[in-house]
């Protein structure tokens, strides 16, 4: 396996950086006073700067220098955080990301207007002389006394691959006063263990200045939370030594023993004094508790376990009819390794939602600016996983969802006050798991959808009769057709009538579903249901007819067997008393056209999407199969009842049914049913 | 295994390509006795070689075999060193070997 382009690396890290710098600034913009929020952004700026610099991407370096330096001067209390600075570097950031993607493209007309803001922005947000005597922290405050620090510090050893350069930091100390550096290579390892791109070595630096224990802390500051410090003013414990100890014995000696004068000796560590050593010591260093994988080398080794599971049910169906009892002990040993690989390989996938609720902030930060509505965005069930592949595919319809619910859904101030609701509107973003689900709502507290327009509006597109009479369900739906749009004017933010039916494409192509429910004046929520993962799932295999399919697991409810008896009565209708509950049920050998007689015992199983059932019927229940899906081809696309295939031990192909189909099919048969009736 | 060699480095001496330096250190003191670096006087350098090098120095030693520098620490190797802190407690050794100061009684 090659090692990966530094450049990539790079790429990976700043795009940590700026989601970082973003959710700092998005908070800061709430709480312009807290310190934490300034310097958390100063460090995503600092080091996006120095890694850029130290891989080469220099006018990014060049580009968020300016903006570093405008928190500096924030952090520093010669500054304000303003709303303004705020705004400036959030484009600035977009700037930044635009110069890490591509280095050598034409940005100078972008980089003259955004330093021009934030220029303006810096003037406008200079303290008042009061203020900033009054509010500078005290380290910037009158000088005191030169006082000479002893400082250790060992940095953790990814520090080369993070694009920190260590020798950065020794120079800022320099410059804090006198200086004197000692470097410890004690802890650097034998050459064949050794990284190359790891650091193992550490400092002992004695530094006599008139800055504070604050200034100095502030050098590390990037980098505090990973590494070992140690700072020790004369009065915190052992005085310093008058020469520091050479940490290194001399380790050409024993080639020139002969020459040699006698090696320093190194000194006892005192117990005040705890050479900066065993403070890196790898075994006192922070454990690693992540390890950053490319996501393509995850989708690799999802395949891969896609391909064992396939043979393993291969396996497994050999080990049936044979009578070797040591190849069914391993197909059944096989079989469990299997079912584990997969959980362990889909916890792997598994990343919380709040990584793409993150994203939003930003958005409806834009989007205030943009309507000139206020808007307060919430979340909920962040911690909700989901496969990252759905993830990924899901940010740009919840865009169209957000957008929509800012646009159209939230009133401007005005009509809000009038409303007697608050002047800001909401939007609301929450996840919840369900069986083999993800519901994930946008719900906003507006106006509503105003069905009197949805339904001209399909009137006059054709969609519907003119006064035709339709369900409520039914007529909000309509607003997912391609090219709809209540909107009575186009703004940037949607109203081209092309959102919605995307939204609706995307999640259909996750083999989700959207529900829409609306109260006039009161808001609306669209809520879409998202299967957990893409790649495996559990399903049940069933035959009907000759041919097998595979039913979700998550959706099935139960199995009853469908008597001879109950089947003959049934005949004319479609549906079965279930617990005094009756549920509306589709002979899948009808609908799949088989032209096979049915099984004598034929089997229902109930499956449900949240409230609403129906029960498939099937010739037989042939048992759980862990399911490898498979797209089906282009051609396909319009086969609304199967979402998926499999290949089945055997090398047979089988079709994955897609459950929301065959349940919104029932209901339209109950509809239909109850309608004659 | 043969006696000796020289290596000229590449002028790249930083984290980017420290791992091909890595490897041609490593099979330089696997297949010889002495080993003597040629380091470009313009040659960018940062502390992953400087720690490299004191890791094969350690090796060599432990081995018994010779490794040295064609020429004394210069250029930004020099300044390397001197930002590091390797040459503020540097024994006679390290003197000998980075900067080719010999000891005197």
Redesign the interface.
């Known amino acids: 396996m090659s090692n990966p382009d530094p450049a990539d690396i790079f790429r990976i890290e700043a795009a940590e950086l700026l989601e970082q710098m973003e959710q700092g600034l998005l908070d800061l913009e709430h709480r312009l006073d807290d310190r934490t929020l300034v310097d958390a952004v100063f460090r995503a700026l600092h080091t996006l700067k120095g890694s850029g610099a130290m891989f080469g991407f220099d006018r990014l370096a060049a580009f968020t220098h300016h903006c570093e330096t405008a928190f500096d001067r924030v952090r520093k209390g010669q500054a304000e955080a303003t709303p303004a600075l705020v705004s400036a570097v959030l484009e600035a950031r977009d700037h930044m990301r635009a110069l890490v993607e591509d280095p050598s493209g034409d940005h100078a007309a972008e980089e003259r207007y955004l330093l021009e803001r934030l220029q303006a922005a810096v003037s406008g947000a200079v303290a008042a002389p009061m203020a900033s005597v009054a509010d500078a922290p005290a380290k910037t405050a009158t000088p005191t006394a030169p006082t000479t620090w002893r400082i250790r510090f060992g940095l953790p050893e990814n520090t080369f691959v993070n694009g920190t350069n260590p020798l950065s930091f020794l120079d800022e100390l320099r410059a804090m006063g006198e200086c004197r550096v000692v470097l410890d290579r004690s802890t650097l390892p034998p050459l064949e263990q050794l990284d190359p791109t790891a650091l193992y070595l550490a400092w002992d630096v004695t530094l006599t200045t008139d800055r504070s224990r604050a200034d100095i802390e502030d050098v590390f500051l990037f980098v505090m939370d990973d590494m070992a410090l140690e700072i020790e003013a004369p009065s915190d414990g052992a005085p310093l030594p008058e020469v520091a100890p050479p940490v290194l014995s001399d380790i050409d000696a024993p080639a020139r023993a002969a020459a040699a004068e006698p090696p320093p000796e190194r000194p006892e560590p005192e117990a005040a004094a705890r050479p900066v050593a065993d403070a890196a010591d790898p075994k006192l260093r922070r454990k690693v508790e992540s390890v950053r994988v490319p996501a393509e080398r995850l989708d690799e080794l999802m395949d891969r376990v896609g391909e064992l599971v396939i043979v393993q049910s291969r396996l497994q169906q050999i080990a049936a009819t044979s009578s070797d009892i040591g190849l069914r002990t391993v197909s059944e040993e096989m079989e469990r390794l299997c079912s584990e690989l997969r959980v362990t390989m889909m916890v792997l996938r598994m990343v919380p939602v709040a990584t793409l609720f993150d994203r939003y902030r930003r958005l409806v930060h834009d989007l205030q600016r943009d309507t000139g509505k206020k808007i307060e965005l919430s979340t909920d069930g962040e911690s909700t996983e989901m496969d990252k592949t759905v993830i990924e595919r899901l940010a740009d319809p919840l865009v169209h969802l957000v957008r929509n619910a800012a646009d159209h859904g939230l009133e401007n101030g005005e009509a809000r006050r009038a409303a007697g609701k608050p002047e800001a509107g909401s939007i609301r973003l929450s996840a919840r798991q369900t069986g083999g689900e993800v519901i994930i709502s946008v719900t906003d507290d507006g106006r509503g959808i105003d069905r009197a327009r949805v339904r001209a509006k399909a009137e006059a597109a054709g969609l519907i009769q003119p006064g035709a009479t339709i369900a409520d369900q039914d007529l909000l739906q309509l607003i997912f057709q391609p090219g709809f749009s209540t909107a009575s004017s186009v703004t940037n933010l949607s109203g081209r009538g092309v959102g919605m039916d995307v939204v609706k494409k995307a999640i259909e192509s996750l083999h989700g579903s959207i529900d829409l429910a609306s109260r006039p004046g009161e808001g609306s929520t669209v809520s879409l249901r998202i299967p957990l993962t893409l790649a495996i799932i559990d399903g049940l295999l069933v035959r009907v007819g000759e041919g097998r399919y595979v039913i979700p697991l998550p959706a099935v409810e139960e199995c009853i067997e469908l008597s001879q008896e109950e089947d003959l009565r049934s005949r004319g209708r479609a549906f079965l008393s279930l617990r005094d509950t009756l549920v509306p049920f589709i002979r899948l050998r009808e609908l799949f056209a088989t032209g096979t007689r049915p099984d004598p015992y034929q089997k229902m199983v109930v499956v449900s999407t949240g409230e609403e059932r129906v029960g498939l019927i099937v010739d037989q229940i042939i048992g759980h199969h862990q399911t490898v899906i498979k797209s089906m081809s282009k051609l396909h696309d319009d086969v609304t009842t199967f979402s998926g295939a499999t290949i089945l031990g055997d090398g047979s192909v089988a079709l994955i049914l897609d459950v929301a189909n065959l349940v919104s099919l029932g209901q339209e048969q109950e509809a239909q049913l109850r309608a004659i009736a | 295994m043969e006696n000796s060699t020289v290596i000229r480095m590449h002028p790249n001496l930083c984290?980017?390509d420290?791992?091909a330096?890595?490897s041609t250190?490593?099979e330089a003191?696997d297949g010889f006795s002495s080993i003597q670096l040629g380091i470009p006087t313009d040659a960018i350098v940062?502390?992953?070689f400087l720690?490299?090098i004191?890791?094969?120095?350690?090796?060599?030693?432990?081995q018994?075999k010779?490794l040295s520098l064609l020429e004394p620490a210069n250029g930004e190797l020099r300044r390397?060193l001197d930002?590091?802190?390797?040459m503020?407690?540097?024994?006679?050794?390290?003197r000998?070997?980075w900067l080719h100061e010999e000891?005197t009684?």
Do not use: K
């Open positions: 984290v980017s420290i791992r330096s890595y250190l490593v003191l940062d502390l992953s720690q490299l004191e890791a094969a120095r350690l090796r060599a030693n432990e018994g010779s390397a930002r590091s802190g390797l503020t407690a540097a024994t006679s050794a390290d000998s070997f000891t009684q």
